[in-house]
Nanobody, 115 residues
Framework: QVQLVESGGGLVQAGGSLRLSCAASGSIASYNTMAWYRQAPGKQRELVAAITSGRNTNYANSVKGRFGISRDNAKNTVYLQMNSLKPEDTAVYYC?????????WGQGTQVTVSS
């Protein structure tokens, strides 16, 4: 059983910053990929950023240069540093863990960026 618990969402003005955290617990494999997805109202869930256990990263074009994903393997925790936030970044952000051909999701944390 794997559980993902997100924290760090909230309300911020445009141009501001937020840092999201996601702690994984349970049966965590040595090799996995952790990621952040987001879903805005009326839109499909989309990948924001991903990082492998070897720290290879991948970003959506819309957040490149503004967001940074990192992880602490000892703590099974992934972080998303979000800078220069825009109103269009407003969404529920979900933590995702992929390992041994299974996918796990967190419950999501709301990020609201006001203009």
């Amino acid at each position: 059983q794997v559980q993902l618990v997100e924290s760090g969402g909230g309300l911020v003005q445009a141009g501001g910053s937020l840092r999201l955290s996601c702690a994984a617990s349970g049966s965590i494999a040595s090799y996995n990929t952790m990621a952040w997805y987001r879903q805005a109202p009326g839109k499909q869930r989309e990948l924001v950023a991903a990082i492998t256990s070897g720290r290879n990263t991948n970003y959506a074009n819309s957040v490149k240069g503004r967001f940074g994903i990192s992880r602490d393997n000892a703590k099974n925790t992934v972080y998303l540093q979000m800078n220069s936030l825009k109103p269009e970044d407003t969404a529920v952000y979900y933590c995702n863990l992929y390992q041994t051909n299974r996918v796990y999701w967190g419950q999501g944390t709301q990020v609201t960026v006001s203009s």
